[in-house]
Antibody, heavy 118, light 109 residues
Framework: EVQLVQSGAEVKKPGESLKISCKGSGYSFTSYWIGWVRQMPGKGLEWMGI????????RYSPSFQGQVTISADKSISTAYLQWSSLKASDTAMYYC???????????WGQGTMVTVSS | SSELTQDPAVSVALGQTVRITCQGDSLRSYYASWYQQKPGQAPVLVIYGKNNRPSGIPDRFSGSSSGNTASLTITGAQAEDEADYYCNSRDSSGNHYVVFGGGTKLTVL
């Protein structure tokens, strides 16, 4: 079964760092781009960036450039999203998803809820 | 432009046909993909490319495009189709940037 499994929910304080993960299985992890999508409470989907695990080529949405870091470790079929200093406004559900074709994301992780509160 | 515009809410009577639209300049160059999201769940891809349905998606879902507008049509809407629907496409700049529409809340009456 093709799937992406994300790490569990996190509760952090402002200023703390965080790295969440997305592990792929059931397919060639290095052959598909993996994107990250934010969904703030009660809001829509926002594309954050995308990485090609085969060579770690990474692109960021201008809205998230400099705010987060996307990386991947192809040896363990895992992509990451990390923050160096969280803000309350980072509170959201974060999804990873596999891209096929031009822009379709066909496999989604279950989501990781990040709560940032003092 | 890197924006995709969707109507915030649409309703349809049970068993009737509904069209959900998505407008944006990038749609003149790229196909839209469509996602269904139910409360508390991850999005699910329902249409991609010219009019492709992933395995397991009912054939009452179809996609089309004309000019700067992409459409998702549900023919014979069912109660279980009530959900939020999002379109996405590549950004018109031609790189790997992706943009999502704001989403449409579909109510099945």
């Amino acid at each position: 079964e093709v799937q992406l499994v994300q790490s569990g929910a996190e509760v952090k304080k402002p200023g703390e760092s965080l790295k969440i993960s997305c592990k792929g299985s059931g397919y060639s992890f290095t052959s598909y781009w993996i994107g990250w999508v934010r969904q703030m409470p009660g809001k829509g989907l926002e594309w954050m960036g995308i990485i090609y695990p085969g060579d770690s080529d990474t692109r960021y949405s201008p809205s998230f450039q400099g705010q987060v870091t996307i990386s991947a470790d192809k040896s363990i079929s895992t992509a990451y999203l990390q923050w160096s200093s969280l803000k309350a406004s980072d509170t959201a559900m974060y999804y990873c998803a596999r891209r096929i074709g031009e822009n379709a994301f066909d496999i989604w992780g279950q989501g990781t809820m990040v709560t940032v509160s003092s | 432009s890197s924006e995709l515009t969707q109507d915030p809410a649409v309703s349809v009577a049970l068993g009737q046909t509904v069209r959900i639209t998505c407008q944006g300049d990038s749609l003149r160059s790229y196909y839209a993909s469509w996602y269904q999201q139910k409360p508390g769940q991850a999005p699910v891809l329902v249409i991609y490319g010219k009019n492709n349905r992933p395995s397991g998606i009912p054939d009452r879902f179809s996609g089309s495009s004309s000019g700067n507008t992409a459409s998702l049509t549900i023919t014979g809407a069912q109660a279980e189709d009530e959900a939020d629907y999002y379109c996405n496409s590549r950004d018109s700049s031609g790189n790997h940037y992706v943009v999502f529409g704001g989403g449409t809340k579909l109510t099945v009456l």
